[in-house]
Each structure stands twice: as structure tokens, then as C-alpha cells.
């Protein structure tokens, strides 16, 4: 944003995307078009591959791997300028991650946002090591994991005065599924699910009881912010997808969930 404004951030998260394995030769991806995504994510979530790689998770720890275990990410976060990420001007970031040893939601912004930090909000522990760090909250080397399990995301940064009064919550979780999860995957995926957007459901009920306060005059206005709460999503194409596409980058369904995003905001613009 801060050096190519719109444009420039599209293109490098379509950077981004790539280098996390995104990027689909044309024919590859018009052979994979007639299937859709749904069709494409059950057969990720049957191959043999996936399967056997569902089974050694959860046998095995991340930790087993000794000195050969390597984080993918990190020599692609490793490319990020954090010269410009973490500057004054642009917008306002905030990333989460969840403190191991408490269970404490921790918020790095600023110049505490590292590689270190950005692994730390994406480290689910059934598929990596802790992301282990100095804190400057505690004063000691601590152990992170990913930050959904305690904000997903945390709101209470953007209830500052400078910020807007608007929040946009964009949820790549649908809230509901109508179908009973009957595998161990369907199963752990719903467990996960429900974790993940209680963080965010208990927020969006404390926003709404301030809200109410202001409303009928207990709270004085000025006292709380005003805020009000908008959300972007796309929960049909989220229930047709299969656990397997949290795990197994594919370029078709990635680029699937960015369409589907752009479609997502033009018509919550509209």
C-alpha cells in the first residue's frame, strides 16, 4: 500500500500467493475448471497422499523431526519489507498470536512485527514447532501458536479514537455448517471451526452490549466508542470445501477464494 497503493498490494499478495504455491499453469487450471472447487477439494482430501499425511500428524509431532524440522514459511516471510510494514504511515497492523505458556492473547504491532511474529499467528502446533521469541511483555524468551485460539481476530485495537468507527470483519470460517461431521476429519475440522469463531463471537457480544449502553443512555457518549461492525464472507463456498484446502496449497482453489472474495466485497459495497 505504503509504495504501489491498491494496485501495488494486489500485486504483491498475488507475489505472495505464489510463492506459497498458487500459481497454476493455464492449461493445468482450465483442465481443473469442470470439477469446481468443491470437486477438486474432495479429491485433495482422498488422495493417498493427503490421507497418509492426516495419519503421520497425528502420530507424530513436529517436533520428531529433530534438526531436520524447517519451517516453510519463513524464507518467504524472510522477503517481506518490514522497512515498510512496520512504518508510521500506511495502514494500522496488528498481528496475533497466543501466548503457550498462559494462554494469553498477544498483539505485536509496530516494530515488534518480525518474521518471528508472523510465523507465531500462523502456527497451528499439530503441524509446527512453536515459534519461539523474546517478549517484551514478560521480559522472557516465550513460545507462541497461532493467534485464533484466543482473537480471531482481536478487536480491541482498532477501538481507538484515531481508527474509524467502521470495523470490516472478514471471515474465512463459515459460523454454521448444516451437515453432522461423521469422520475424524469432519470431525477435528468442526472442533477447530468452533474455536476459532468463538474468539470472534464473544468480541462481536461485548461490542454489541457497549452498543446497547450507548443506545439507551447507561453509557455516556464518549465514554466507549461508537462502532459498528460489518461482515464479508462467503459461507456456501466455505461448507463445500474440504478440510483438506486448510493444509494442501492448490492453486485452482486459491485462486478460487480470491474471485470469491472480490465478488464477496462488491456486493457487500453494493
Not at 474432495?42 to 497418509?52: E, T
Not at 454489541?208 to 453509557?219: H, I, K, W
Request: proline share 6%; with cysteine; glycine share 8%.
Amino acid at each position: 500500500m505504503i509504495k504501489g497503493g491498491r494496485e501495488g498490494a494486489r500485486e504483491n499478495l498475488n507475489w505472495l500467493w505464489g510463492q506459497i504455491g498458487a500459481s497454476q499453469t493455464e492449461p493445468l487450471h482450465q483442465w481443473l475448471t469442470p470439477f469446481g472447487p468443491a470437486g477438486v477439494s474432495n479429491a485433495i482430501g482422498a488422495s493417498l497422499p493427503y490421507l497418509m499425511g492426516e495419519a503421520f500428524s497425528r502420530l507424530v509431532s513436529p517436533y520428531s523431526y529433530g534438526p531436520f524440522y524447517n519451517n516453510p514459511l519463513r524464507a518467504i516471510v524472510d522477503q517481506f519489507d518490514f522497512a515498510s510494514i512496520c512504518a508510521d504511515e500506511g495502514p494500522a497492523l496488528f498481528i496475533n498470536a497466543t501466548r503457550v505458556r498462559n494462554g494469553k492473547l498477544r498483539v505485536f504491532r509496530a516494530e515488534e512485527v518480525t518474521t518471528d511474529a508472523i510465523l507465531a499467528s500462523a502456527c497451528l502446533p499439530t503441524m509446527f514447532q512453536a515459534v519461539e521469541m523474546f517478549d517484551s511483555e514478560t521480559g522472557q524468551t516465550e513460545a507462541f501458536w497461532d493467534g485464533g485460539y484466543t482473537g480471531n481476530p482481536a478487536l480491541f485495537p482498532l477501538f481507538d479514537g484515531t481508527l474509524p468507527e467502521d470495523i470490516v470483519v472478514i471471515k474465512i470460517n463459515p459460523l454454521e455448517r448444516a451437515e453432522l461431521p461423521k469422520t475424524p476429519q469432519q470431525i477435528q475440522n468442526s472442533l477447530n471451526e468452533i474455536s476459532f469463531n468463538s474468539s470472534l463471537l464473544r468480541e462481536m457480544r461485548a461490542i454489541d452490549f457497549v452498543q446497547r449502553l450507548l443506545e439507551d443512555g447507561t453509557l455516556k457518549p464518549g465514554r466507549m466508542s461508537q462502532v459498528f461492525t460489518h461482515m464479508i464472507a462467503d459461507d456456501a463456498l466455505m461448507n463445500d470445501l474440504s478440510i483438506a484446502t486448510k493444509s494442501v496449497p492448490n492453486g485452482y482453489i486459491i485462486e478460487t477464494l480470491r474471485d470469491a472474495g472480490v465478488k464477496a466485497a462488491q456486493a457487500f459495497l453494493d
